[in-house]
């Protein structure tokens, strides 16, 4: 909705793309990407509805180092991250992934928002 922060995630961190509602906003080019992990999407540039998903299963060598590097280069570079996704946090069951570890995931700053 106009005037709400665009969200978009990559890798099952999110970021808020709102400074690049240009790309990313009602009507742009990338809308297709917001609101959801469009990962599989951003690693093949594609915004077919089927790659719009986390999943990236059967990708080739290259679409994964274009997903780094698009993951690195743009999004960590240029946007501020706002959280995680469940996947990235939470096992298929629900119970906690002990291999996330917050000190080792990209951070955010918290906004004083009360």
Known sequence: QEGQPIYLAVKGVVFDVTSGKEFYGKGAPYNALAGKDSTRGVAKMSLDPADLTHDIEGLTE??????????????KAKYPIVGYTSRRILNEDGSPNLDFKPEDQPHFNIKDEF
Request: hydrophobic share 35%; no cysteine.
């Open 62 to 75: 290259e679409e994964l180092k274009s997903l780094d590097d698009i993951f690195n280069n743009v999004y």
